[in-house]
């Protein structure tokens, strides 16, 4: 039963006719342990994954309820915060009915129940926002809900005293059911509590130049691309070929970031801290000694993340593939920043060797909130409410968290709509553009975190990441100094582990 306000509700059911009228530590070394199976490529959906809920679906059971608020209210003025203006103006203008120029430029706008409504951004990047909401709730500022980052999450979630649990708004994991599984497990603390929840789900795919992808391995179709990258072991062995046909004027993967951004995220098989020891185990291993045979044959691109060559690479053909996430489609997002120049219209999109997740944002709340009906009225309309998920995804080409409405979005009726806003630039840089939910679809379904998140990894990822790059490749340091300056950093940026 999903709680909701009865001034809020909007069924599933009303969406959908709306929609079609107009989502020193010693490392734990384990035995060598597989690598999860890969995903084949997407096929379109069939009509039983797309055809609308009936009104009985979605009027029955889950008739809307008046939460039990067990957080303070009455508070005269709501604060939101966030690091950046992409995505709580949207949030926020959609439940308010407002103008999402407004709400970003600080115009004075209120909450139905006339709470003043405050915006607070820090004008910084995501993985910064730690850091700044240690000083806010530090000095005791005012915050009632705010966005957080499924990297750094636990840092907040698992202090009670800077996150309240999901059910003081009444909002339980049982009515989370139509969400993508691993979001759930990112919005849990260290002890299983659910406090926080993701609107958007942000898994990756590949995508690949179709023209150089023919030329050199005579792929003509996204599924005799996917056929050939399955894997690691033949994403490896098909590098290997490019870079050799090529003369080494062509790396098939763009980034050693982005390699372990996919190959990382796309889960161990057990957490990266056990027993409050850092694992640093044989997959860890596994993906240096492929970094390293790709960097040195030309198989992945030189160049670092987010730097102007880097995005040049994809753009005159010195790279012929990219991993890139759901949010990596919007305007102006890497994803199509790559992608174009000389280039254009020649991309396509599949799932890539396995599923994997990258970035993704959630709303938790401040346990000292004195506006607990505000905070769950805005959660309300950020996660459950599907005319808003609809418009969320309309404007940033996101990812809704919310599986049965992807299932309908995932159409090719609603790609080619005038509802969505990125749908020219997408068809621009994509052959198969409108396959690109179907496929983000398939890889976040696949994803399992169960048991395997703790709030070290973004710390513990980055040390491992540092350590191959640039002592194992670059440097050519042996393994033994590799794993020995992995520990060193770890011990530095989470002294209390063992």
Known sequence: MIPKRKAAAVTAACFIAAALASCGHEPLMEEEIEIPEPVTTAEMPTEEETEPPTEEETTGECQPEEPVIMLGTGGDTFTVVAWNRDEAPILIADW???????????KSLKAPSGAEVNFVCFNTGGYDAFDCYDRMFSSGDDIDVYLCEPDWARKLTDD???????SALGITEEVLGD???YTIEQGKNSSGVLKALAWDASPGCFTYNAELAKEYLGAETPEEMQALISDWDKFTETAELVAKKSDKKTALADSLGSMWQAY??????MPLVVGNKPVIG???????????????????SHNSQWTDDWYENGRNGGCMGCFIPAWGFADGAFGLEMTGGDTLGKWALCEGPQPYWWGGTMLAVNPATDNGDEAYDLIYSAVFDELNFMDFASQTAYLPNCRSLVGYLKTREWELSDEFKANDLIWQHFTNGGDRLSILDKNAKAIDLTDKITRYDADISCAMFDAIEYKYIKDGRSWEDTVSFMQDDIAVSCPELD
Do not use: I
């Open 264 to 269: 990382s995220s796309g889960g161990f098989s």
């Open 179 to 181: 969400m993508y599984p």
């Open 96 to 106: 308010l009915g407002a103008d999402v120029n407004d709400v970003k430029s600080g």
């Open 160 to 166: 009670d005293s800077r996150s309240a649990p999901m």
């Open 282 to 300: 044989d997959e860890v291993r596994d993906f240096a000694d492929m970094a390293k045979k790709l960097w040195e044959c030309g198989g992945v």
